[in-house]
């Protein structure tokens, strides 16, 4: 069983930063790790993902905005997000999969960018 604990989230303006962490316990055997967003009323989508080695894939709608890094000694995966916009404003949910596939998802941290 793997825990996800997130935090960094906030309220901050129009072009601010702000940057997440999720810290993951219980097991050695995390995979890929990334991050997933939902804004009210709509389905949870994909912002970045990172394997093991450090390959990571974004969203259109954040590339060259958001940087996916992770620290495998800490087992913790960080989002840092520069020049948010307004529809930036989501809840942010940590994800990880296992080496056998188990997937677990953190309980999420909200994020507002006001305009």
């Known amino acids: 069983q793997v825990h996800l604990v997130e935090s960094g989230g906030g309220l901050v303006q129009a072009g601010g930063s702000l940057r997440l962490s999720c810290a993951a316990s219980?097991?050695?055997?995390?995979?890929?790790m990334g991050w997933y967003r939902q804004a009210p009323g709509k389905q949870r989508d994909l912002v970045a993902i990172?394997?093991?080695?450090?390959?990571?894939n974004y969203a259109d709608s954040v590339k060259d905005r958001f940087t996916i890094s992770r620290d495998d000694a800490k087992q913790t995966v960080y989002l840092q997000m520069n020049s948010l916009k307004p529809e930036d404003t989501a809840v942010y949910y940590c994800q990880t999969i296992t080496a056998i596939g188990t997937i677990y998802w953190g309980q999420g941290t909200q994020v507002t960018v006001s305009s």
């Open positions: 990172i394997t093991p080695r450090g390959s990571a």
């Open positions: 219980g097991s050695s055997s995390i995979n890929v």
